[in-house]
Structures are given as C-alpha cells and as structure tokens.
C-alpha cells in the first residue's frame, strides 16, 4: 500500500504564495498519474490539479489556472503544487493523490490512494 505524505501547508495572507510538496513510498510512483485535491469546511472534495505519470501533461481547475503549477520529480517520487496569487477562497485541505492507474486523476472516483492532507490558511 502506497503512503503519500504532504508537506508545505499553512497560513498566508491573500496575494501570497506557498508550495506544497507530497512524497510517495514505493517504486512504481512514475507509472501513475498524480493530482491535487482540496476540501473547504462544509464543501466536498474537489478536484485542483493533476499531471500524467511523465509530467508532460497538466490540468488544472478553473478556478487555479494561471496561479497554481503543478509539477512532479519521479525520481524523487514527489510531486508538488506551487501556488502564487492566494485567495481566501482557496483555504481548504489540500489532498496529495495517485491515481488508480496510468490516468490522472481528474475526480475524486479516480483516486486510489490519499494524503492525510494538509491545511492551507489565506487570510484576507
């Protein structure tokens, strides 16, 4: 069973910038599509950004493109998600996930495995 861990989270004042990071454990990290999701008090889990197992391909939500990058090191089994340009819309639990196969994960149903989260903060 893979373990992804998430780093990077916190508080920031809107117009700020934080990066997250997530590690996985095991070999396979790079035949798997990865993605970030984030969930608000009282909302459901949504769907932020996910990058294909190469790293070539990248979405994003709508509501991110052009203030957050997602990018991935399999190497280093880590991928990570910069984001510029908070807002205080953006606070929520920011969840690491793998997909359950070689597709990236564009929504809930297609993850196989999830972070334990971390809490990103903007304040206003």
């Known amino acids: 069973q893979v373990q992804l861990v998430e780093s990077g989270g916190g508080l920031v004042q809107a117009g700020g910038s934080l990066t997250l990071s997530c590690t996985a454990s095991g070999r396979t990290f790079s035949t798997y599509g990865m993605g970030w999701f984030r969930q608000a008090p009282g909302k459901e889990r949504e769907f932020v950004a996910a990058i294909s197992w190469s790293g070539r391909d990248t979405y994003y939500a709508d509501s991110v493109k052009g203030r957050f990058t997602i990018s991935r090191d399999n190497y280093e089994n880590a991928q990570y998600l910069q984001m510029n340009s908070l807002k205080p819309e953006d606070t929520a639990v920011y969840y690491c996930?793998?997909?359950?196969?070689?597709?990236?994960?564009?929504?809930?149903?297609?993850?196989?495995?999830w972070g334990q989260g971390t809490q990103v903060t903007v304040s206003s």
């Open positions: 996930a793998r997909s359950r196969n070689l597709a990236i994960p564009a929504s809930p149903s297609m993850v196989g495995s």
